[in-house]
Nanobody, 124 residues
Framework: QVQLVESGGGLVQAGDSLRLSCVAS????????MGWFRQAPGKEREFVAA????????IYADSVKGRFTISRDIPKNTVYLQMNSLKPEDTAIYYC?????????????????WGQGTQVTVSS
């Protein structure tokens, strides 16, 4: 079983930056593809970014492309989401997700493991 623990959320102003972290345990980190999703109040959970387990190839939602960067540190079993130029519409609970294998789907239904989430609030 894989455990995922996110951290790094908080309250910031528009234009600020935050870096979210997600530490994985219970499985060889290099065997997992990793993703970030978010869910705002009253909305469905949406894809933000993901990174492959091999070659560290990232993909991003159009809404965050050019502002957010996903990366992974294999020795630290950690995946990061660097968020720059934050906007009020980025306000949400951010979830780390993982799946066994090489794919990085954008559908949350395809991820096997989830963290508890970390709140990000961006004020205008």
């Amino acid at each position: 079983q894989v455990q995922l623990v996110e951290s790094g959320g908080g309250l910031v102003q528009a234009g600020d930056s935050l870096r979210l972290s997600c530490v994985a345990s219970g499985r060889t980190f290099s065997s997992l593809s990793m993703g970030w999703f978010r869910q705002a109040p009253g909305k469905e959970r949406e894809f933000v970014a993901a990174i492959t387990r091999t070659f560290n190839i990232p993909i991003y939602a159009d809404s965050v492309k050019g502002r957010f960067t996903i990366s992974r540190d294999i020795p630290k079993n950690t995946v990061y989401l660097q968020m720059n130029s934050l906007k009020p519409e980025d306000t949400a609970i951010y979830y780390c997700a993982a799946l066994d294998g090489t794919r990085i789907p954008v559908s949350s239904n395809e991820y096997n493991y989830w963290g508890q989430g970390t709140q990000v609030t961006v004020s205008s």
